[in-house]
């Protein structure tokens, strides 16, 4: 008669997919804990989606390029005209002359309406 191998080798050290620790398999056990097993689960029916983390936005305000309706004068990123005390009309993003360092507006360069990227 001879002696057939085992089918399984209870006997033999493995080591725990969750937590790496060697442990001594008994049956069809594949974990080494109840804790990691749940853990494992877990992990394989998370449905959840990873969370996406979004930029926070740029203030659009100190580029923006305000003209007074009573007294013409424009102003980058001020609302409130100083000379009259009103509050100003927005004309467009832009921002100061290299010239001249009087503000002005995209829309004056490119004789368009210019819209920032969302």
Known sequence: MTTSPPLRHDT???????????FTPNGRRQFCSDACKAVAYRR????????????????RRPITVYECATC????????????CHTFMTRIGYGG???SCSEPIALNDLLDN???PPT
Do not use: F, I, W, Y
């Not at 013409?72 to 000379?83: N, S």
């Open 12 to 22: 033999v050290t493995m080591t725990c997919p969750v937590c790496g620790q060697p």
């Open 44 to 59: 394989r029916h998370n449905t959840q989606p990873a969370s996406v983390v979004v930029p926070p936005g740029l203030p």
């Open 72 to 83: 013409g004068v424009r102003a980058l990123g001020q609302q409130r005209c100083e000379d």
């Open 96 to 98: 100061l002359c290299p």
């Open 113 to 115: 309406e210019v819209t």
